[in-house]
């Protein structure tokens, strides 16, 4: 019905307008437009204009921001429920790729499932946190070590599966998702420092010994050679220039050629001359390093950690320790993928397949954090409701 001092209806579609973007965290949102529009416009350069990749992101923002819109209506209640039919199908579905999975690239990752083609292990990056949260909510007040061993075996479980796969990468952002919920839910610093003192004794020795365990014909057991050679190539990228150290040399000499001010929009030889692989997805941070310079690249970090503060606020003043869990980890993980991202691009760690988070071309990560965003801001909506 118009109303009559409104002829228009001009007040029902302010109204409509209210109610669709209110479900939305606006500090949060903000900062995520502004990491999209940085996106588009390194996607842009890297495909040299208005490519079929561009308008493909697009649509894929569309996508994500669709996810985000409607995951940010449920309320902590509803991912309660949800948390274990999640973990349990995203369970089945892994053992469904380790069983009957299409094998791509040398990786069986895929699943068909008739009308469409899924990657089950993208899911396990929200199933897992979910599943962890509601476990520690159902055991709040009285948890003891017992309880910690039962999630990590809940979490080393698809870990296992998709490093089998293999898809490290994905595996290690997993596992990340995971052991965030057991740090914020209270894991002793004391089982923590015999695990890093481990990994520093191997960091060492993988550093000392290279030549001997870089070496042909040296079996690393629980690394694949693949993997083995991305180690090793990081250590010494010139070994091989041409081929496995081709991606490290390019992506450092593109973020060290920016400079301060960077070469300009549109104007990097790196990017443009075709040096960079993979510039619009894994190492799309190269194009834009080279043509942003150190002062672009604060301001990224500058947004990302604005990012972060907003998760960790949310999750700050979230009510129940389901929420608290889910929320802190959801925002750790949006740091692991920054985090690992620039440091494979610029050189110090081995090349993963992480995308740069809002900004890489692809529609399952973007879906994820999506997914993940539009979580947080449901926690940040219904931060007054009290949980059973």
Not at 181 to 205: D, N, T
Request: hydrophobic content about 55%.
């Amino acid at each position: 019905m118009i109303d009559r001092a409104d002829p228009f209806g001009r007040i029902a579609w302010r109204s409509l307008l209210w109610r669709t973007f209110a479900v939305f965290d606006a500090p949060m949102l903000l900062i995520l437009a502004l990491l999209a529009g940085i996106g588009l416009m390194a996607m842009y350069s890297a495909g040299g204009g208005f490519d079929g990749r561009f308008a493909d992101q697009l649509r894929n923002y569309g996508i994500a921001l669709a996810a985000m819109w409607l995951v940010a209506q449920f309320p902590p209640q509803t991912l309660m429920r949800l948390a274990v039919p999640a973990y349990v199908l995203g369970l089945a579905l892994l053992f469904g790729v380790e069983f009957a999975g299409e094998t791509a690239k040398g990786a069986t990752r895929w699943l068909n499932v008739g009308f469409t083609r899924i990657q089950p292990s993208e899911m396990m990056k929200i199933a897992v946190p979910l599943m962890l949260a509601w476990y520690f909510h159902k055991h709040q007040g009285w948890l003891r070590i017992r309880d910690f061993i039962v999630a990590g075996v809940l979490m080393l479980l698809p870990f296992g599966l998709i490093v089998l796969q293999p898809d490290l990468g994905t595996a290690l952002l997993v596992f990340g998702a995971g052991f965030f919920v057991l740090f914020f839910a209270g894991l002793s610093f004391r089982l923590l420092i015999p695990v890093a003192l481990v990994g520093a004794i191997c960091v060492g020795s993988l550093v000392a010994f290279e030549d001997t365990l870089c070496a042909d014909g040296v079996d690393w057991v629980v690394l694949h050679d693949y993997q083995k050679h991305r180690v090793c190539t990081l250590l010494d990228p010139g070994s091989d220039p041409l081929g496995k150290g081709f991606h490290t040399i390019q992506s450092t000499i593109a973020v060290g050629s920016g400079g301060t001010l960077g070469k300009g929009f549109m104007q990097g030889t790196q990017t443009h001359l075709d040096f960079i692989p993979e510039r619009t997805t894994d190492f799309i941070f190269a194009v834009y390093a080279e043509e942003f310079g150190l002062v672009g690249n604060l301001v990224l970090l500058v947004l990302y950690s604005l990012l972060l503060l907003r998760g960790l606020a949310i999750a700050g003043n979230a009510p129940t320790l389901f929420s608290r869990l889910v929320a802190g980890s959801l925002t750790m993980v949006f740091f692991v993928y920054a985090f690992v991202n620039m440091g494979m691009v610029s050189g110090i760690l081995p090349v993963v397949g992480v995308p740069l988070p809002f900004m890489s071309y692809g529609g399952t990560a973007l879906l994820t954090l999506g997914v993940a965003a539009g979580m947080l801001m449901g926690i940040q909506r219904y931060r007054s409701t009290v949980q059973g």
